[in-house]
Each structure stands twice: as structure tokens, then as C-alpha cells.
């Protein structure tokens, strides 16, 4: 699987962004999804999963109620909708595919490539 991050951008702080993940290959539907971030200076650190139906997600604490991740299997393609943007949400986002349930960096077998998100206070 190979995965193509898009949807990152310059925002103000309160504002939303919609980041897409778009995979390749044919068996999209059999893998879990996930969305890590990573801020300057910090390690990599989960924000968001999704399981290959898209039944079930879970997220960080740091996003829960603000961020929804959501997928659709025709498209091949999986969503994070971030509202209410914080300064401290700036990172480069990562999308991320498994076999197994995200919970993770070591979870997951596939990366994209990183979207910058920048929120401006």
C-alpha cells in the first residue's frame, strides 16, 4: 500500500482543515487507518484511527470532540475533518496503515509522506 497525504496548510487559531489520504493498491479495505502528527523537536504521536469497515475510531485525548476521521473504501481514501484548530495542533500529520489495530508507530506497516499544518495564534 502506498499512501499520498494532501490538505495541510496555513490556518488561524478556531479555523478547520480537512486532510486526505489517498492509497493505492487493492486491498484498502482490509487495513486500519490511522493519523499520527509530529511538531518540531517531539516524537511522532497518535491522534486518530479507524478500522478497515470504518465502524469504529478512536482518538487522542488531545482531539477528541474536535477531530473526526472518517474513510471511504471506493475512493481509497481516509479523512481527517480538524476543527477548532489550535496553535499546538501545528505539526506534519502523517497518514498510516496496518493489518492490526493502530495504536502505535509500531503498528503500523505503511506511511504516507507528511502534510504540514500550521495554526497561527
Known amino acids: 500500500v502506498q499512501l499520498q497525504a494532501s490538505g495541510g496548510g496555513l490556518v488561524q487559531a478556531g479555523g478547520s482543515l480537512r486532510l486526505s489520504c489517498a492509497a493505492s493498491?487493492?486491498?484498502?479495505?482490509?487495513?486500519?487507518m490511522g493519523w499520527f502528527r509530529q511538531a518540531p523537536g517531539k516524537e511522532r504521536e497518535f491522534v486518530a484511527r479507524?478500522?478497515?469497515?470504518?465502524?469504529?475510531?478512536y482518538y487522542a485525548d488531545s482531539v477528541e470532540g474536535r477531530f473526526t476521521i472518517s474513510r471511504d473504501n471506493a475512493k481509497k481514501t481516509v479523512y481527517l475533518q480538524m476543527n477548532s484548530l489550535k496553535p499546538e495542533d501545528t505539526a506534519v500529520y502523517y497518514c498510516?496503515?496496518?493489518?492490526?489495530?493502530?495504536?502505535?508507530?509500531?503498528?503500523?506497516?505503511?506511511w504516507g509522506q507528511g502534510t504540514l499544518v500550521t495554526v497561527s495564534s
Open positions: 498510516a496503515a496496518g493489518l492490526f489495530v493502530i495504536t502505535s508507530v509500531r503498528d503500523s506497516n505503511y
Open positions: 479507524i478500522s478497515p469497515s470504518g465502524s469504529t475510531t
Open positions: 493498491g487493492r486491498t484498502f479495505s482490509n487495513y486500519h
